[in-house]
């Protein structure tokens, strides 16, 4: 039993190093203001979701935010704060609904309700936390308009791009995570 646990312990942590050498990978999108980039690092995140469990992607996710935090942010720790937000609520929804029936129709359904739950939270996330503590003003109406106009759609872009590099992925790598 000990050498299960070692070995769970060991993937997670090879998934959070691999998530965190991918955010460095980041591209912004036109049209989106610079702040906003896309990283492929919830990718291991939710690999390991759905092979050991929700917990597990949420542990990888902060992983990866803390070891950003300490080598590298240029944010004072809201950009990590936000990308893990994103990526937990993306990889607990998702993961959450694969986990009840593990086959391609509910990874589909998980990936695109995680999608959805993920721009929720962060419009959210970004209107009552984010936004105010990164330019320093209460939210109002001109916050909620840029959420709409940025927030809402490049979260919706993330998550697609996500799933379907996720399910494109998944199945090949399922045997290899599973090996004991």
Do not use: C
């Not at 050991?52 to 935010?65: D, R, W, Y």
């Not at 809402?152 to 494109?168: H, Q, R």
């Amino acid at each position: 039993m000990r050498n299960s646990k070692l070995q769970l312990m060991t993937k997670i942590g090879v998934l959070s190093a691999l998530s965190y050498m991918i955010m460095f990978l980041e591209f912004p999108l036109p049209f989106f203001p610079p702040y906003l980039k896309i990283d492929l690092s919830d990718i291991p995140a939710i690999v390991g979701a759905f092979a050991f469990g929700p917990i597990a992607g949420v542990v990888i996710e902060l992983v990866k935010n803390v070891l950003h935090l300490i080598t590298k942010t240029e944010t004072g720790g809201v950009g990590e704060l936000a990308n893990f937000l994103t990526g937990a609520s993306f990889v607990l929804a998702s993961s959450m609904i694969y986990f009840k029936s593990k086959n391609k129709k509910s990874a589909v359904l998980g990936l695109a309700v995680g999608t959805v739950v993920m721009t929720a939270v962060m419009a959210l996330a970004n209107y009552y936390i984010l936004l105010p503590f990164y330019l320093g003003t209460a939210p109002s109406p001109d916050t909620l308009g840029l959420i709409w106009s940025t927030t809402v759609p490049f979260n919706m872009i993330k998550g697609i791009i996500i799933s379907f590099i996720t399910i494109l992925i998944y199945k090949r790598l399922s045997p290899i995570l599973h090996k004991k």
